[in-house]
């Protein structure tokens, strides 16, 4: 049996060996003058590209890396400095910037790419990959994934509207898989599809039980800093074996700490969900503004579109691939883009389970995708459920928008808010 103390702590140490691993790996790619099929978060499809030996690079994660490792700033005033407006997405700017710099990034070197590969989860997706189209003139493919046409009105599989969409989705793989060919000039290979929808069945029921694990009391990992470092394994490395034996260790360490009661942290006070994407820039001063008061992120609806949808726990029909990775990206874009339009709809079903005490919408100036409709949410979640919420805008990229002294006065405000709150229930007897 694993000793403990070297189980508690280890999702944290593989996950960022993983990284090191693939960004050595993406160098080599790079250094042999080779390309990478360029995907996104939402709908990566690396199942298709994996089954064709394709390095993959995510340039979400190699941006956010950047502002991670406090450099962003220096390829988002080269971008800027080409004409790129202030206003768009950040993660692309440092991409323009990194591709400029013939790949040049704090981990190493990024490969160009050969392929790119996007949903319409993201309306920049589409925009972006035209950059590389005209830098490099490769191709670019989009996967028109429908989406929720009205609330609660979700089509399931059997019913006839949600099969049409089905095949739509179905015939739009099968030309990647045609595209794929032509720019590995390899054949497909449908059992090595099988295997590599096989990892990631194993990687998406792990990372539903995972989320599911931080139910318990106290949480097992901190949703905003932990979850970030499982949610880069989830996407970067489904499909493969590691990604699989990865999550399957990281279950087995959440169990052990779900079983000893041992939590994140030594005083979880309120219990916190995570609605946006993450302040890179001050990461970890970010997280440290909340834990200050004890409060702990149990939550984040980032953990959900940014793996896709993987948290809805698709199975795939290994004897049907296509068809069934059809289904599976339906579904799982589908959520994504849910989780990111109407998050209080989704975090409404988890306030009770997770026993939530407080909600932090957190816009960012430059992904309006995310942050557009995030005010009506908390609108529509305070009226429905009267919980304590907090809305604070920053940057996931830009630090010039980031002033850790407003957001510490709003923070602190948000917690007197929650203790008075907490008093007044007590002092009525409640629970
Ligand atoms: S979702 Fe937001 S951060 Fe991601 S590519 Fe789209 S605009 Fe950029």
């Known amino acids: 049996m694993t000793p403990p103390d070297s189980l508690v ?74 004409g790129y407006s202030p206003d768009i997405c950040g993660y692309v700017k440092a991409d323009v910037a990194l591709q400029r710099r013939g790949g040049q990034h704090p981990m190493g070197t990024i490969p160009r790419p050969s392929i790119a590969v996007y949903t319409n989860a993201c309306n920049t997706y589409i925009k972006w990959a035209e950059i590389w189209e005209r830098m490099y003139g490769i191709p670019i493919v989009t996967i028109d994934v429908p989406g929720t046409r009205q609330a609660g009105c979700q089509t399931w599989p059997g019913e006839r509207r949600f099969e049409n969409d089905r095949r739509y989705v179905e015939g739009q793989l099968r030309e990647l898989i045609a595209t794929c060919e032509t720019v590995t000039g390899q054949a497909f290979d449908i ?73 994140t942290t030594t005083e979880e006070r309120y219990r916190l969900s995570f609605l946006g ?63 990111m339009f109407h998050p209080h709809t989704m975090v409404r079903q988890m306030i009770e389970d997770y026993a939530i005490d407080g909600v932090v919408f957190h816009p960012i100036k430059s992904c309006r995708t995310v942050s557009t409709g995030l005010a009506d949410s908390r609108r529509a979640l305070m009226e429905e459920t009267g919980l304590n919420s907090l809305f604070i805008e920053s940057d996931m990229m830009d630090r010039r928008v980031v002033s850790e002294a407003q957001l510490k006065n709003r923070i602190d405000a948000f917690f007197e808010g929650l203790a008075s709150r907490r008093a007044q229930t007590l002092a009525a007897g409640g629970a």
């Open 9 to 82: 702590g280890r999702g944290n140490e593989e996950g960022a060996a993983l990284f090191r691993s693939w960004f050595e790996e993406l160098g080599g790619v790079a250094e042999r003058k080779q390309g990478a099929a360029y995907v996104f978060v939402m709908g990566s499809v690396v199942e298709i590209l994996k089954s064709f030996d394709m390095p993959v690079v995510f340039p979400e994660i190699a941006s956010l890396q950047t502002a991670i490792r406090r450099v962003a700033h220096e390829y988002l005033n080269e971008a800027e400095d080409l």
């Open 191 to 263: 059992d090595k599809l099988r295997e590599t929808m096989g990892h990631a069945n194993r990687v998406s029921t792990c990372w539903a039980r995972v989320l599911a694990l931080n139910r318990s009391r106290p949480s097992l990992f901190n949703a905003l800093t932990d979850g970030t470092i499982y949610l880069g394994v989830a996407d970067g490395f489904r499909g493969t074996p590691e990604g699989t034996r990865y999550f399957e260790r990281l279950v087995e360490e959440l169990e052990y700490k779900a079983a000893h009661g041992i939590g």
């Open 277 to 339: 994407v993450p302040c890179y820039p001050i990461f970890r001063r970010f997280n440290e503004l909340f834990a200050e008061w004890g409060g702990t992120f149990v939550s984040s609806t980032y953990l959900w579109f940014a793996s896709g949808g993987t948290n809805r726990d698709y199975q795939y029909d290994l004897a049907d691939p296509i068809a069934s990775l059809a289904e599976g990206l339906l579904l799982s874009v589908r959520d994504a883009m849910d989780s």
